[in-house]
């Protein structure tokens, strides 16, 4: 039991890193505020429900069932969260109307259960049985608490099928699963209910442990997505840098802005990540495009020549052409200088396709065909 303890910790304190970490971005989302409402309800919750959190409260407020039913009042109000969860994602109003007012009668029925009753108790769920009014507040909140879950899971799986990101997508599998999971831990309530076994009791927080790292995990996806967009632009300017660098030096008037050293431009880009490889990709096309207006048929021909010699494969072999020819036409340009070859009349070969990311691959071939042809 002691490692159920331990591990609902753990879990509980990944919940508030997630929560932490997305509540500066979640308001300007309305399909990710209400997730992000739903795990942050759930997770105080969560944090009232350990042992030694809940040993504390007590010994401060005096009164031990007065936790319980805090703890329970934010799990209504993070089943709330959910509803509007699911109706923000939805676009259902009556929806929205109908959590309204469910929460605030349901929120107002435990509190006047709990002022009425006058015997002691501390919110077991076992001990339900030798109070009716108990009995009744746990059955509330048990049905409210699977009713929102059940129709969590639905509405996450329908309506991820049909999703228009791959973010709300995975956002939503995640969060129903979790919400599953959650649904499990409530039923595990009601049997307690109704029979009282020992081992329920010993696999619902392995349950809510589960829960909540599925919901941390559904609420970081949009930063777990941005990361991955931030790397793939770190590695696309990275990787482009010596090619980029080389070209733009000998047409130093692509460039925006002046050319700092390469770790420094990583680590402090000028402008966003995104606009920051896209103007690399671009800068680079460009000195390119000038630069090919030095290349002329018979220089074209010299370098296919050249990499025919060199076993370089068929799919890269038009990159490895243009790598070499213009490794030679930048020998041949002096910077700022006017063309004097009579320039091949067609843009060289894919980059005019209009697909970014078949640009930069192409890019990245010519890169790696130019290093080989500098050493030849």
């Known amino acids: 039991m002691a490692l159920s303890a331990w591990q609902q910790s753990v879990g ?25 409402l739903a795990v942050a309800t759930a997770v105080i919750a969560m944090t009232l429900n350990l042992p030694s959190v809940s040993a504390a409260t007590t010994d401060l407020l005096g009164r031990g069932h007065a936790v319980g039913l805090v703890r329970n009042l934010f799990g209504v109000v993070s089943a709330a969260a959910v509803l509007y969860f699911v109706a923000e994602t939805t676009a259902r109003r009556r929806l929205r109307r109908w959590h309204q007012r469910g929460t605030c009668t349901l929120l107002a ?60 997508i995975w956002s939503l599998r995640l969060f129903g699963i979790g919400t599953a999971l959650a649904g499990l831990f409530w039923v595990g309530h009601l049997m307690r209910l109704f029979f009282p076994v020992g081992w329920i009791a010993e696999c619902q927080p392995l349950i809510m442990e589960a829960h909540g790292l599925f919901r941390a995990a559904a609420i970081l996806v949009p930063a777990v997505r941005a990361a991955h967009c931030i790397c793939v632009d770190i590695s696309i300017v990275w990787r482009l840098w010596p090619l980029w660098k080389e070209l733009t030096e000998a047409v130093p008037a692509v ?48 370098a296919r020549d050249h990499v025919s010699t060199l076993g370089i494969p068929e799919a890269q072999r038009d990159a490895a052409v243009l790598a070499c020819a213009l490794h030679r036409a930048r020998r041949m340009k002096p910077v700022g200088g006017p063309s004097k070859a009579k320039a091949v009349p067609v843009s060289p070969a894919r980059l005019d396709h209009g697909d970014f990311a078949s640009e930069v691959l192409f890019l990245l071939d010519v890169r790696q065909a130019y290093e080989l042809v500098a050493r030849a």
Request: proline letters at 7%; glycine letters at 4%.
């Open 109 to 168: 029925a435990l509190i006047v259960i709990d002022a009425v009753n006058e015997e002691p108790h501390d919110y077991v769920v076992t001990g339900a049985g030798d109070s009716p009014l108990l009995a009744l507040y746990w059955l509330l909140l048990i049905a409210a608490h699977l009713g929102t879950n059940v129709l969590c899971v639905i509405m996450c799986w329908r309506y991820a099928r049909g999703g228009a990101s791959l973010s709300l």
């Open 255 to 302: 460039t925006l802005t002046k050319s700092r050293p390469r770790l420094f431009e990583i680590l402090w880009p000028p402008v966003p990540w995104k606009m920051f490889a896209y103007r690399k990709v671009i800068e680079t096309r460009d000195a390119i495009l000038v630069l090919h207006n030095y290349i002329d048929p018979a220089l074209l021909e010299e």
């Open 12 to 36: 509980t304190m990944v919940l508030w890193v997630a929560v932490l970490l997305r509540a500066p971005f979640v308001f300007r989302s309305p399909q990710q505020r209400g997730l992000w």
